[in-house]
């Protein structure tokens, strides 16, 4: 959504969100709660591999995700959603809070470090906040497009030099 008089629009489409847990209570818990926010669409796994192969294939905007995954991590599935949707929101939770996994996290480009127990609330918060953070970026990505077009528009429409138009439109691109 585009930020209009300090509120969020509606996103042209819903926000796909990805939950993973391999505890069936908790993945339940976490996809009902993101289901209850308005547009998001949620789908939920309880292994890696049917979460890293949803990833791969389809769009997604957000991934909550325990961070010990059976045999598996949940820093893998950082980067492979990072490789897959490079401006992903990526969540962890997790039982057992280390310093060095959160800051591990936090440095392979995670936005937040959930600890459990946590209340469904929280979880939300977290969700609503990187989602906004992500359309945020995303605008301001679209903007400085939009300025570079607009750069070439009026170096096209002056009487610039060719080499100096050119220049402009190498730039934007």
Same mark, same amino acid.
């Given at each position: ?9 509606? %996103? ?8 993973? !847990? ?5 993945? #339940?818990?976490?996809? !009902? ?12 796994? #309880? ?15 957000? $991934? $909550?995700? !325990? ?5 598996? +991590? ?11 949707? %490079?401006? +992903? ?7 057992? %809070? ?6 591990? $996290? ?10 459990? %127990? ?13 989602? *906004? ?5 995303? *605008?301001? $990505? ?24 050119? !220049?402009?439109?190498?730039? #934007?691109?």
């Amino acid at each position: 959504g585009t930020a209009r008089g300090g509120r969020l629009l509606p %996103p042209a489409r819903e926000e796909a969100v990805v939950v993973v !847990d391999d505890e069936p209570n908790i993945l #339940s818990l976490v996809t !009902d709660a993101l289901s209850d926010l308005e547009f998001v669409s949620v789908k939920s796994f #309880s292994t890696l591999e049917q979460a890293a192969r949803h990833i791969r294939m389809e769009t997604v905007d957000l $991934v $909550v995700s !325990d961070l010990s995954i059976g045999a598996h +991590s949940g820093v893998e599935l950082l980067q492979i959603a990072k490789a897959a949707h %490079p401006d +992903s929101v990526f969540v962890v939770m997790t039982a057992f %809070p280390t310093v060095g996994t959160a800051i591990k $996290v936090m440095q392979m480009g995670g936005f937040d470090y959930l600890v459990k %127990p946590f209340k469904l609330e929280q979880i939300r918060n977290v969700v609503r906040r990187g989602l *906004e953070m992500q359309a945020l970026g995303r *605008e301001n $990505v679209r903007l400085k497009r939009e300025l570079g077009l607009l750069k070439v528009s009026r170096s096209a429409m002056s009487d610039m030099r060719l080499e100096d138009t050119l !220049d402009i439109v190498l730039e #934007s691109t």
